[in-house]
């Protein structure tokens, strides 16, 4: 059995070493046959985001909750300065507390990652990746309301054209941080395989459209072959539910 997995899932608090010292994090953990892990990352500090989001939770429960078809472990952190995390908001060093949570889910499970971030930890998410060595250890790439502009500031992602691991872009079609063509602009840019939803009414917090947002990702990694034995357990999911 993988530490932190069990028959039923369950949440415990964790500190992970970040590179300016400690960072408080969360675990849901997986089922005991699980055959792969998350990390998911949360929007900007500075908005007041935590690993509490609602975006963030319902992201997690959707890949933790074994009704859904996976009961993967799920790990959230608190960027630094955020919580009891040490340390103070950079906006581009948070990239570095990524992989520290990354080195500890593969310390602790060994298991293929699927990377998933929301606004601010969708930027973060994406940066980690130029690192090889965190690279090394996520299977697929989840952006969720990735933003494209924001406070008079562009956003650019040259890193997603090297970037060939599976890769999920999911947001409202009104976002106010990414209008479509912008954002298309962004995915089109990017390395295949890759896929783009947009769910329809949805501002950038999904509001009123969280459990969209879940069916999205879960559509997705449906169709994914690269977590082994994952995809079966969802379609089993899925008609178990109609």
Same mark, same amino acid.
């Given at each position: 059995m993988h530490p932190g997995s069990s028959s039923t899932p369950h949440i415990r608090?964790?500190?992970?070493?970040?590179?300016?010292?400690?960072?408080?994090?969360?675990?849901?953990?997986?089922?005991?046959?699980?055959?792969?892990?998350?990390?998911?990352?949360?929007?900007?500090?500075?908005?007041?985001g935590t690993m509490h989001n609602k975006v963030v939770y319902h992201a997690m429960k959707a890949l933790n909750e074994p009704a859904n078809g996976l009961g993967?472990?799920?790990l959230r952190f608190n960027f630094r300065g955020?919580?009891?995390s040490c340390g103070m908001h950079d906006g581009m060093k948070e990239r570095e507390d990524v992989a520290a949570a990354l080195d500890w889910l593969n310390d602790e499970f060994g298991l293929p990652v699927l990377l998933a971030g929301f606004s601010f930890g969708a930027?973060?998410?994406? =940066?980690?990746?130029?690192? =090889?060595?965190?690279?090394?250890?996520?299977?697929?790439?989840?952006?969720?309301?990735l933003p494209v502009r924001a406070e008079g500031r562009q956003?650019?992602?040259p890193s997603l054209g090297a970037l060939t691991m599976?890769?999920?872009?999911?947001?409202?079609?009104?976002?106010?941080?990414?209008? =479509? =063509?912008?954002?298309?602009?962004?995915?089109d840019s990017a390395a295949e395989p890759k896929r783009f939803t947009l769910i329809h009414g949805a501002d950038h917090?999904?509001?009123?459209?969280?459990?969209?947002m879940q069916l999205a990702i879960l559509d997705w990694l449906e169709g994914a072959a690269y977590f082994s034995g994952e995809a079966a357990r969802l379609g089993q999911a899925k008609q178990e539910g109609k």
């Open positions: 608090s964790i500190t992970l070493n970040g590179p300016t010292g400690r960072l408080e994090a969360l675990l849901n953990g997986g089922l005991s046959d699980t055959k792969a892990a998350a990390l998911v990352c949360h929007p900007h500090p500075l908005g007041g993967w472990p799920v955020v919580g009891l930027v973060m998410a994406i =940066e980690a990746m130029a690192d =090889e060595a965190a690279r090394r250890h996520v299977s697929a790439l989840c952006a969720l309301g956003y650019h992602y599976p890769k999920l872009f999911l947001s409202g079609d009104r976002d106010e941080f990414a209008p =479509e =063509e912008a954002l298309r602009g962004i995915v917090f999904f509001k009123g459209a969280l459990d969209k």
